[in-house]
């Protein structure tokens, strides 16, 4: 299905709003105690109750299956319910899991701290070990493509090939590139899961996530953890997702046209030492981005050649458009000082996030700022 035809027209000939209605309600009416009773014996196909379905999160739950090519979605009150819900979905006692270092901080949290309690036991292993390192003693493997403080990817076809040889699913965070940017499922990925909270929904004004996978795996997930766990989106939320989601692929257009204006001002700039985005970092690297990215959005880090913490703390204060804040994606251009954590090996360098403003005004802003760097 075509990208306009899922955006605009999918799931939406039930009313003849053109907006499709928010259904802001908890419960759902029977008329007799028959159709109840078939309700309630097939709660994954009914509407009884939205903790499991409603309609406005049903129609964008199409739309979001349809641009990842998958058959199913699941909606959730946070980008971290889905990651949650889907790793707990797909492990048990006993289990090992294999992950990618430097995925999202509170994923590693998941499966270092919280699943260590439950015995299942994860490695962690740097992005260019993956590969080799999937065996059969792994039942999910987990990896995050590209990561998004210095932007490594990694060959999914590969990893899902070798994973499935061994009977092992892969859960992918595609948060970064949008279903428009890169669609796992092409390379054979099992689970995509996203924070919707960035640039899906888009506006910076609502929390949620999802998930998309095979109807199979929709239908374990849905009655058991998804009906449990509860960590469901609201109405309203999925009402604002669906109308943010509309305008993805403007907002993605614009953004990726000003992030390489950008970044190649700043490739330029004396101050700056260098730059990390999808594909920057070797050749092997970029190799793998043109292989199953198509394109690049608006994340991306800078390394300065003084990496004075004081200066790049003034840096940072003395942008205007740029905004300090840590949730990325959403209309407004952001900076994210690494100066605030201790390790080391983020040492001079902050996170820019792009956004829809003009490109001219945002490198004027950054060309003022980067002054203090070069006024001694
Ligand atoms: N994955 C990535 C890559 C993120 O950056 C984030 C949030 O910052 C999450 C997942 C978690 O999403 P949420 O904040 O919506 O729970």
């Given at each position: 299905m075509k990208e306009s035809e899922i955006l605009f027209?999918?799931?939406?000939?039930?009313?003849?709003?053109?907006s499709f209605p928010?259904?802001?309600?908890?419960n759902f009416k029977f008329s007799s105690v028959k159709e109840f009773k078939l309700a309630i014996d097939d709660e994954e196909n009914s509407l009884i109750y939205s903790r499991g379905n409603n309609p406005t999160l049903t129609v964008l739950a199409e739309k979001l299956a349809a641009l990842d090519g998958k058959q199913k979605a699941l909606l959730f009150s946070s980008g971290m319910a889905a990651i949650s819900t889907a790793v707990i979905s797909l492990v048990k006692e006993g289990d090992k899991v294999l992950c990618m270092e430097g995925v999202y901080s509170w994923t590693q949290h998941l499966l270092k701290n919280i699943l260590s309690r439950f015995g299942v036991e994860t490695h962690f292993v740097p992005y260019y070990n993956i590969v080799e390192s999937i065996n059969e003693h792994y039942s999910l493997i987990y990896v995050e493509s590209?990561?998004?403080?210095?932007f490594e990817v990694v060959d999914l076809e590969e990893i899902s090939r070798r994973a499935h040889d061994v009977g092992a699913v892969v859960i992918i965070d595609n948060t970064y590139s949008t279903p428009l940017r890169q669609r796992p499922a092409d390379f054979g990925i099992d689970v995509v899961v996203y924070s919707a909270s960035k640039y899906t929904g888009g506006h910076s004004d609502l929390v949620g996530g999802y998930l998309t996978c095979d109807e199979k795996l929709y239908s374990r997930i849905f009655n058991h953890e998804y009906l449990t766990f509860g960590g469901i989106m609201s109405p309203l939320d999925a009402w604002l997702f669906l109308r943010g989601l509309r305008t993805l692929p403007v907002r993605l257009d614009r953004i990726e046209q000003s992030t390489w204006k950008i970044i190649n001002f700043l490739q330029h700039h004396p101050a700056i030492e260098k730059i990390y985005y999808?594909?920057?970092?070797s050749d092997e690297q970029n190799k793998i981005y043109h292989k199953q990215m198509r394109g690049i959005t608006g994340l991306f880090s800078i390394q300065f050649k003084r990496k004075d913490p004081g200066l790049i703390n003034a840096f940072c204060e003395k942008l205007?458009?740029?905004?300090?804040?840590?949730?990325?994606?959403?209309y407004e251009s952001l900076v994210l000082p690494?100066?605030?954590?201790?390790?080391?090996?983020?040492?001079g360098m902050v996170r820019l996030s792009i956004g829809l403003e003009n490109s001219d005004e945002l490198i004027q802003d950054l060309e003022q700022g980067l002054k203090i760097f070069t006024l001694e």
């Open positions: 027209l999918l799931g939406e000939n039930s009313y003849p709003s053109i928010i259904f802001q309600t908890s590209p990561l998004t403080r210095t999808p594909g920057s970092i205007r458009f740029f905004r300090m804040a840590v949730s990325w994606g959403g690494y100066t605030m954590w201790k390790e080391t090996e983020w040492d």
